[in-house]
């Protein structure tokens, strides 16, 4: 009994000087490897530390984000309000267009995916869009002016 005890805090001894803790609660996590090495990664760490040298910085613990920014918007000149509705639909959907005065636009209605299913022009302040053969899901509508700009986006849910 004796023996076991003396073995059991040197090996306790030898796991303290060896292990090494964080400061986390974490969702989740896993090991990434590659070509280049191996990497430890976790989802929604609390606490980070940043390391900088004369090359740069590394921030351990932290998600770096990715964003695109957009420079610059070609604006439309028209001054006119869209609206789409019902919203969510069943069967037809309206696009109203108030201060309508003849101006060349056309509408696009895409799927999730970016296919473009239907498209058409606008020749009235209110333009109806078949969708009872669609599927259940989320459309976009894109109402674009004779160059093709878009004038304005809506989401439609079809249910």
């Known amino acids: 009994m004796k023996h076991i005890k003396i073995k059991l805090s040197v090996l306790l001894l030898g796991i303290g000087m060896t292990v090494q803790a964080q400061q986390a609660t974490t969702a989740s996590g896993g090991d990434a490897s590659g070509s280049g090495g191996t990497a430890a990664f976790s989802v929604g760490q609390v606490v980070y530390t940043a390391n900088t040298n004369a090359s740069g ?82 459309y976009f509508i894109n109402v674009v002016n004779q160059e093709n700009q878009k004038v304005q986006s809506f989401k439609i849910i079809k249910n």
């Open 57 to 138: 910085t590394v921030s351990q613990g932290v998600q770096q984000a990715f964003e695109i920014f957009t420079l610059s918007i070609k604006e439309t000149e028209l001054n006119i309000s869209l609206k789409a509705f019902p919203n969510p639909t069943l069967n037809n959907l309206t696009l109203q267009i108030s201060d309508y005065k003849n101006e060349k636009l056309s509408y696009q209605l895409y799927d999730i995916q970016g296919r473009l299913l239907n498209n058409g022009q606008i020749v009235a302040q209110q333009t109806n869009i078949e969708m009872t053969s669609l599927p259940t899901a989320i």
